[in-house]
């Protein structure tokens, strides 16, 4: 046990964190911390020369220095460091580590409860993506519903219509739109039937393409559309290969020294084929699309707001430098509906080439079922050559676009 020291009242714990050492360094340890602090806070070496900074340096100076020389004194009286004001005792030290025992199994119960926190969160947010999918089915599952209740409510007004057609003014009446629906379905005929063109009192699609609606109906399902047009398209590529293949070794030898030529154009056949395959079939299936668009239904509007917007789309979906033209507008007494038939005609060729021209027909007829809503249908009519059925077929897409986005109604 060492000698009291005479300077009772010195903390030399605090002597040694001013030379940046643990109590009870040696007095080498003394030495060279306070050579190293010496060389930074030294009034000459110090490397801030403000009045502020240096004076600062220099009081640090005088405080390592002083705690150096007290500490130094105690070695060479004492030969050993100074007791420590700040000791621990045993029981004390074995105390610390129960506590710091006590907290690391606390720690690690809290890290297992914010796992077991962190896996319940990913376990609802599952849920709720759940939840999230079946909430749009229902929506989608609602949206079907309210359609087949306003195709069921519009049935119902066009059966009372024609009960009220019994009266001699609503037979005159309807005399004038059957003669209207005819020039219509005149014109509609006129083409050479790409798009079915559309007749009869609701402008519903002849049934003059019933195997091409036959397999696009399927290959619009939801539920097994994929599968149609993937096996669609395999049993295509077979055939175009097939045939391709008959062609070419008709007449080149299978094993000759031309089998490269007629590998070679037997794949330029094929890729010819499926373009004019491609491009027919998807024609045909926005024809398609735009007649079940087209069919019969209802919508929130009054008759002259309904006439506003499909005319706005009529001018707003020009193509191959031609717009649409109204040729006839027929409007019926009370703002009770109209019947509208509009023309796009456009030419592929070059100016000079041909005189040529494809020609789209646009009909559309609504009428007020009340002050409110408007039942409304239309119908499109093609002339154009086979290989001309692509930019007809962009003019029909396109303007349905527009109505169904001006109407603002899921078609």
């Known amino acids: 046990m060492p000698a009291p020291d005479p300077r009772t009242r010195e903390d030399y714990d605090r002597l040694y964190y001013r030379l940046d050492l643990e109590p009870g360094a040696s007095a080498a340890e003394i030495k060279h911390n306070y050579r190293q602090l010496a060389q930074i806070f030294h009034p000459d070496k110090w490397r801030h020369p403000s009045p502020a900074s240096l004076h600062w340096a220099s009081e640090q100076f005088k405080k390592i220095k002083e705690a150096r020389e007290v500490l130094e004194e105690y070695w060479s009286a004492h030969d050993a460091a100074p007791a420590s004001r700040v000791a621990q005792s045993d029981a004390q030290i074995a ?11 606390h720690r690690e119960r809290l890290r297992g409860e914010l796992d077991a926190l962190q896996n319940a969160r990913l ?25 087949e209740a306003t195709h069921e409510r519009a049935s119902a007004a066009g059966r009372r219509e024609q009960e009220a057609a019994q009266a001699p003014g609503s037979a005159r009446a309807a005399d004038s739109v059957h003669s209207a629906n005819g020039n219509g379905s005149k014109d509609g005929n006129a083409g050479d039937g790409r798009n ?30 994929w599968l149609m047009t993937l096996s669609g398209i395999v049993v295509t590529g077979i055939v175009l290969f097939v045939v391709a293949h008959k062609i070419v070794f ?20 094929i890729a010819a084929g499926v373009v004019l395959v491609g491009g027919h079939a998807w024609a045909q299936r926005t024809f398609y699309r735009a007649d079940r668009a087209g069919r019969e ?11 506003l917007r499909v005319s706005t789309a009529l001018r707003g979906t020009g193509r191959h430098g031609a717009e649409w033209r109204i040729e006839s507008a027929e409007h019926q007494p009370g703002d009770a509906g109209f019947e509208l038939r509009a023309v796009l005609r456009y030419s592929t ?63």
């Open 123 to 147: 376990r609802g947010l599952a849920e709720f993506a759940r939840m999230q999918t079946e909430r749009e089915r229902l929506i989608g599952e609602l949206v079907r519903l309210r359609e």
């Open 196 to 225: 079915g063109g559309n007749h009869g009192t609701d402008l519903a699609p002849a049934e003059r393409h019933p195997v091409r609606d036959f397999f696009f109906s399927r290959f619009d399902d939801p539920a097994r559309g």
């Open 95 to 105: 105390q610390m580590r129960r506590q710091v025992h006590e907290l690391q199994l």
């Open 297 to 307: 239904h209802g919508m929130p509007l009054p008759v002259h707001e309904t006439w």
């Open 349 to 411: 060729a070059r100016p000079g080439k041909g005189e040529t021209h494809q020609i789209v027909t646009f009909r559309c007829r609504a009428h007020a079922l009340s002050a409110a809503e408007t039942r409304i249908a239309w119908g499109f009519g093609v002339q154009a050559p086979t290989w001309w059925l692509l930019p007809a077929a962009r003019v029909v897409r396109d303007l349905r676009r527009r109505i169904e986005m001006d109407l603002a109604a899921r078609l």
């Open 250 to 269: 008709s007449v080149f030898d299978t094993a000759g020294s031309w089998r490269w030529l007629g590998e070679t154009l037997q794949a330029l056949l």
